[in-house]
């Protein structure tokens, strides 16, 4: 589905851009709850552990990211490494939650094209 796509290639392009802004969530946040309804993880209530799993595990990486960053450009303390380490971890974590999704994902096949009828205009 289009839905599909667009968040695939939201999260794809926020996970592998270089630079990494709160905003940046909004894009592919906003159609989790359409990629979910059409997923294995949402249906299965052995998979919605998974998910609860992976969304606790990125909240979590979440905070220690702005932790680290408020530190760097709020108090100026020189945190580039623990920077660099939870920049890694977090790459990952996005990286496990892309897989996640498209592994999971109900895929449709596309109905066959078929030309339009032409009724019979005039009698015999």
């Known amino acids: 589905s ?3 796509k667009r968040q695939t ?3 794809a392009f926020v996970i592998f851009n270089k630079v990494v802004t709160a905003q940046y ?3 592919y946040l906003i159609y989790l ?3 979910l309804a059409r997923s294995n993880l949402f249906t299965d209530a052995k998979k919605r552990w998974l998910l609860i799993y992976c969304a606790a595990i990125w909240l979590a990486v979440e905070f220690l ?3 680290v960053a408020f530190q760097l450009e ?3 303390v020189n945190v580039f490494l623990e920077l660099w380490g939870i ?3 977090f790459f990952l974590v996005n990286c496990g939650i892309l897989w996640l999704f498209i592994t999971n994902h109900h895929y449709s096949a596309a109905a066959p094209a078929s030309a339009p009828t032409q009724k ?3 009698k015999d």
């Open 25 to 27: 969530f909004v894009w």
């Open 9 to 11: 290639w939201a999260f």
């Open 74 to 76: 709020f108090k100026g």
């Open 2 to 4: 289009d839905v599909y």
């Open 120 to 122: 019979k205009l005039h």
């Open 87 to 89: 920049n890694i971890l």
């Open 33 to 35: 709850p359409l990629i």
């Open 65 to 67: 990211w702005m932790m």
